[in-house]
């Protein structure tokens, strides 16, 4: 989903602003943090470079002098980037001085960056450089202030100043409930179980760890073999199970699916010592469940972002062992191979690892509401600017989004495990054989030889298409991958419907990222259908549905979406 700054305008509806937000929902990246002292050592290395370039830096302010005169003179051309929806209401073409007041503000920004692509600073510390001046320019932004906002004092006029205080409270509101951070969503408009995750099925088993979900079947038949779904651990499994429309489980079932999901324990720090271990050997006692409930020999595994992970530990492990359970996999927005750029990986020091397995480790847990906070500064304008604007200079509650509502409802994830992906992370462990060990057994990806179907999307920031391309090259065997025109959420939920869905087919992985993408053919419509029909061809024949969900040896307990999913 690109992102969009259109919550500055005033104009958009609520879906709108929402979907600019989406995109921050917690990757699978095991990540670092955003230190303040890492943004602040940063801003030092930029005053530094400016005293070592003195040339330069007075090439810039004569250039930002030069551009100043022109927008005094009404023949400025600094216009802001395209796609940039922050200076979408007409006041900023029409009104002289907000015009004057935009292109000053573009004059400022461009000699700021330009500064830094023109020093002499290496490559890496000028990534760093510019992400921190954008922190600068994007918190300075006149749309973000209310005299500088036309559309802000617009509504105040037509609400006859009603939007003043509903801005007010809503601050307040935020102040004592969401740690100072604007809210990204209505929280009181979705209930789990209700409007939220209301597929029907039932607990199977159950485990200190998981809890396994079989739905009922939508068929008459269904297919022989399973599919188990395995959702990302620092998120809950309900993004299988929006809200109608967008539900995977919902639409599985719909195609004569048998369908179970794991949905993962809320860990405190009395679950500090799980790691990556523990979640397979649970994940090893769900698949023996599924196994024995369906009388399959064995399954469809699925998982998405660090789910993803789970799974290829679990994959690499049996492959290590000869063992043949999986038929076939699915691999959604997840980078096992983190050699391509990542904004997450930004500040990735020794130093800052370091601080950021003991910070972990005293809590016992790293809490999903720190993720969140820090995505949303790597992305301030749409996760924290684009809020602050709608919330409190429009007055607007914040919009009922399910898709938000779900990032929102982040679990913890246990000490032990983060400092083991940071390891995974920092040491690119996955792309290297046998250098990963999982249950006792150093695993290599290219032992792995089921089929497997690997999903990306092109404007995902927080897992790279590139570096999933190079995660569906690591496996053996045979390998469809997939690359959803949609950014990270939307990529994983893309039903069908949406006449602007298109994604790109390429069978030949043997080239670069680039190379695949020039010679891929481009498809309409969503890349569901083609999973499901790849699916299709890899899950037995069709065989009545089952009356009841369970066994005798694991029978149905409570029905969904379980009591691990309520847990806070």
Known sequence: ???????????????????????????????????????????????????????????????????????????ANCVPPQGDKRFADPAWQDNSLYRMTLQGYMAWRNALTGFVD???????????????????????????????????????????????????????TDMLQNQGMPAQ????????????????????????????????????????????????QINKFYVFDLSEGKSIVNYLVKNEFQVFVVSWRNPTAAQSHWDLDTYVAALLEALEAVRDITGSEDINLHGACSGAMTISALLGHLA??????????????????????SQL??????????????NSTAK????????????????????????????????????????????????????????????????NLFSKPRALTVLGTPIDLSEVTCDKYVVAGMTDHITPWMGVYNT????????????????????????PGNPKAKFFLNPNLQGSADAWLANAQTEKGTWWDNWCKWLADRS?????????????????????????????
């Open 1 to 75: 989903m690109a992102a969009s700054t259109e919550g500055n305008t005033g104009r958009q509806n609520p879906d709108d602003v929402a979907a600019s937000a989406a995109e921050g929902i917690l990757g699978p990246n095991p990540f670092v943090g955003l230190r303040p002292r890492d943004v602040l050592a940063t801003a030092q290395q930029i005053g530094a470079q400016a005293l070592r370039q003195p040339a330069l830096l007075v090439e810039q302010e004569a250039a930002l002098v030069r551009d100043l005169l022109a927008v005094l003179g009404g023949s």
């Open 185 to 232: 969503v209505d929280k009181t408009a979705f209930k789990v179980g209700e409007n939220l995750a209301t597929s029907a099925g039932a607990v199977v088993f159950r485990n200190e760890v998981l809890e396994l979900i079989q739905y009922a079947p939508a068929t008459e038949q269904v297919y022989a073999r399973p599919q188990l779904i395995v959702p990302p």
């Open 345 to 358: 990986g930004l500040f990735a020091t020794p130093e800052a690892i370091a601080a950021a397995k003991q």
């Open 364 to 427: 016992g847990v790293l809490a999903g509401e720190e993720m969140g906070r820090v995505f949303a500064w790597m992305r301030p304008n749409d996760l924290v600017w684009n809020y602050w604007v709608n919330n409190y200079l429009l007055g607007k509650a914040p919009p009922a989004f399910d898709i938000l509502y779900w990032n929102n409802d982040a679990t913890r994830l246990p000490a032990r495990m983060h400092g083991q992906l940071l390891d995974i992370f920092t040491g």
């Open 320 to 341: 290590s062992r000869g063992e043949q359970r999986v038929n076939a996999a699915t691999l959604m927005v997840a980078v096992l191979d983190n050699t391509a750029d």
């Open 540 to 568: 037995g024949e069709r065989r009545l549905a089952p009356a009841s969900p369970g066994s005798e040896r694991y029978p149905a307990g409570v029905k969904a979406p379980g009591t691990y999913v309520m847990e806070a």
């Open 472 to 495: 569906a090259r690591a496996f053996g065997g045979d390998t469809r991958f997939v690359l959803s025109s949609s950014g990270h959420i939307q990529s994983l939920i893309n039903p």
């Open 118 to 172: 023109r020093s002499a600073l290496d490559a890496a510390t000028k990534e760093r450089a510019q992400f921190v001046l954008s922190l600068l320019t994007d918190a300075l932004s006149p749309t973000n202030t209310l005299l500088g906002n036309p559309a802000a004092l617009k509504r105040i006029i037509d609400s006859g100043g009603a939007s003043l205080l509903g801005g007010v409270k809503n601050l307040v």
